[in-house]
């Protein structure tokens, strides 16, 4: 059972950035899919939620900005950050759980998300 996340990177401010997260050793049909992320110092922060029917949810320091989204065909979860802060800057990790756990079961690795101009 495995998570990967991957497309962190350097991007400006108002910039654009997909990130990802595949599932390997389980399918996504009954997992729901979470990001979260930390910034140096800070404590970690949930960021969003996609359920495994589909149903989203966002912080607020993201709403209207962030998308997340499921393809369960290729076993992954996306999350697609537009109008990017520097506040935004952390290491994002995705963890999964089943959708009749109230917390995470497994964690992936984190991605790095770096804006700065």
């Known amino acids: 059972v495995q998570l990967q996340a991957s497309g962190g990177g350097l991007v400006q401010p108002g910039g654009s950035l997909r990130l990802s997260c595949a599932a390997s050793g389980f399918t996504l049909d009954y997992i729901g899919i979470g990001w979260l992320r930390q910034a140096p110092g800070k404590e970690r922060e949930w960021v969003s939620y996609?359920?495994?029917?589909?149903?989203?949810y966002y912080a607020d320091s993201v709403k209207g900005r962030f998308t997340i989204s499921r393809d369960n065909a290729k076993n992954t979860v996306y999350l697609q950050m537009n109008s990017a802060k520097p506040e935004d800057t952390a290491v994002y990790v995705c963890?999964?759980?089943?959708?009749?756990?109230?917390?995470?079961?497994?964690w992936g690795q984190g991605t790095q998300v770096t804006v700065s101009s």
């Open positions: 996609i359920s495994n029917t589909g149903s989203t």
């Open positions: 963890a999964a759980r089943h959708w009749s756990h109230a917390t995470y079961d497994y």
